[in-house]
């Protein structure tokens, strides 16, 4: 089952590097409605560069990434604000403004995107807090919370506007196994939740067995896909056997 009517994001045939040095290319794959995506591969693959792509920081050398069936890449203007709109992002280090307060970090997009009232703003703020489990902790700082409630707030942001897909980059890194155990059970939650599409860039694999419906493997020789699958499925089957010892942390 496919096409746009199934599939949220779909690329087709992307080509993406830097200057003239080709990263990955030929890069075909879906990702459905409401499933937890993974994109995983050894370190230079490309995982943070496909990721970039999907969410317009940078434009293909050839191909087409459409969100919602739009395309990304050709959008302009309006339209392009209306597709970006769609999703939100959680980037690898939280991204949080140290001087303002979790609520006022949280309630940032709606500033610049909605022209909601100031208590209307701080109400759903507030409820984005109490999803991720911080709602006592909307008055403090950045510097006095913890990783994990870092993480979480950066979570809180990026759902504020109600998206339909999130993506997230390495939202485990840095943090210790039960926190990140916590943060993998948060994102079964918003995804089961709130239907949310989640696609995440990440190399813990407690974390892909945890949530991850699917998962991508990208090869840094052949420049594309080497796999693709139920995470536990490639484990024991996929076909080539770096994969299943990547997936098993087996030396080679």
Request: net charge neutral.
């Amino acid at each position: 089952m496919s096409g746009p009517a199934y599939s949220l994001i779909e690329v087709r045939d992307l080509t993406i590097g830097y200057g003239d040095r080709v990263v990955l290319e030929g890069i075909n794959l879906a990702v459905r409605r409401g499933e937890v995506f993974a994109i995983l591969g050894a370190s230079g693959s490309g995982k943070s560069t496909l990721l970039k792509h999907l969410i317009g920081l940078y434009r293909p050398m050839r191909g087409d990434v459409l969100i919602g069936g739009t395309s990304l890449v050709r959008a302009e203007g309006d339209e392009r604000l209306r597709i970006l709109r769609r999703f939100g992002v959680l980037y690898q280090g939280g991204a949080l403004f140290g001087s303002l307060t979790t609520v006022e970090n949280v309630r940032l997009p709606l500033d610049e995107f909605t022209d909601l009232p100031e208590v209307a703003k701080d109400l759903v703020a507030l409820s984005k807090l109490r999803l991720v489990g911080l709602e006592s902790a909307a008055t403090k700082l950045p510097a006095d919370l913890s990783g994990g409630m870092q993480k979480r707030a950066g979570i809180a942001r990026a759902i504020v506007l109600d998206p339909c897909v999130l993506f997230l980059d390495e939202p485990s890194a840095g943090l210790d196994p039960i926190t990140s155990a916590g943060l993998d059970a948060l994102i079964r939650e918003l995804a089961r939740g709130l239907g949310i599409t989640f696609v995440m860039v990440t190399h813990e694999l407690a974390s892909i067995y945890a949530v991850a419906d699917r998962v991508v493997m990208l090869d840094p020789k052949t420049r594309g896909i080497v796999a693709e699958g139920a995470p536990s499925w490639l484990r024991e089957h996929a076909p080539e056997p770096w994969v299943r010892q990547f997936l098993n942390r087996e030396v080679a």
